[in-house]
T-cell receptor, first 117, second 113 residues
Framework: DTGVSQDPRHKITKRGQNVTFRCDPISEHNRLYWYRQTLGQGPEFLTYFQNEAQLEKSRLLSDRFSAERPKGSFSTLEIQRTEQGDSAMYLC???????????????FGSGTRLTVV | AQSVTQLGSHVSVSEGALVLLRCNYSSSVPPYLFWYVQYPNQGLQLLLKYTSAATLVKGINGFEAEFKKSETSFHLTKPSAHMSDAAEYFCAVSVGHNNDMRFGAGTRLTVKP
């Protein structure tokens, strides 16, 4: 397994355009997470999936943001009508669901850096 | 809600000196705690994790951290800094079944020759 893959690595878009990012998790991981990271800050939780079900969404995830994981494998994050404030690194991570007293931690991808001009 | 606070946004040490990066957590239930490292333009890499077993946790690259419930702390240490340790370090906490992780603001470690 090659780890968590994110595509593209960089995206420059004009304000108002739509963008879509893809994340391919580690194949045996049933959980997939999206985070946003701005310069000088820690990652902020956006949403997560267990298999194909989206189980939690942050208030940071405005109506312009939508995420899917249709077959419980790869996931996409779409931002509609991008704004300059959307410029950030978008990180994807995957893990196995926790068990009793067991937490596996997350494996992160390298991220997609979005610049809105 | 759970959270972590990292004390010091920037720490500078000399090569060979002790590294100490501070993290305090807030949680109403026993937490899972993590340290991650991030190199420029890369994702986060797990250094170590505390999951209610031993309170002293050893990780990769010679790092270790000690869980102290009485101080609600999980500080990261390394006896001797190496130039390759220069990076951003994030402390994170996770509680409950949802398991989603909350990160601190990060500490940038600089290692001087």
């Amino acid at each position: 397994d090659t780890g968590v893959s994110q595509d593209p690595r960089h995206k420059i878009t004009k304000r108002g355009q739509n963008v879509t990012f893809r994340c391919d998790p580690i194949s045996e991981h049933n959980r997939l997470y999206w985070y946003r990271q701005t310069l000088g800050q820690g990652p902020e939780f956006l949403t997560y999936f267990q298999n194909e079900a989206q189980l939690e969404k942050s208030r940071l995830l405005s109506d312009r943001f939508s995420a899917e994981r249709p077959k419980g494998s790869f996931s996409t994050l779409e931002i509609q009508r991008t704004e300059q404030g959307d410029s950030a690194m978008y990180l994807c991570a995957s893990s196995l669901a926790p068990g009793r007293g067991v937490h596996y931690g997350y494996t992160f991808g390298s991220g997609t850096r979005l610049t809105v001009v | 809600a759970q959270s972590v606070t990292q004390l010091g946004s920037h720490v500078s040490v000399s090569e060979g000196a002790l590294v100490l990066l501070r993290c305090n957590y807030s949680s109403s239930v026993p937490p899972y705690l993590f340290w991650y490292v991030q190199y420029p333009n890369q994702g986060l890499q797990l250094l170590l994790k505390y999951t209610s077993a031993a309170t002293l946790v050893k990780g990769i690259n010679g790092f270790e951290a000690e869980f102290k419930k009485s101080e609600t702390s999980f500080h990261l240490t390394k006896p001797s800094a190496h130039m390759s340790d220069a990076a951003e370090y994030f402390c994170a906490v996770s509680v409950g079944h949802n398991n989603d992780m909350r990160f601190g603001a990060g500490t940038r470690l600089t290692v001087k020759p």
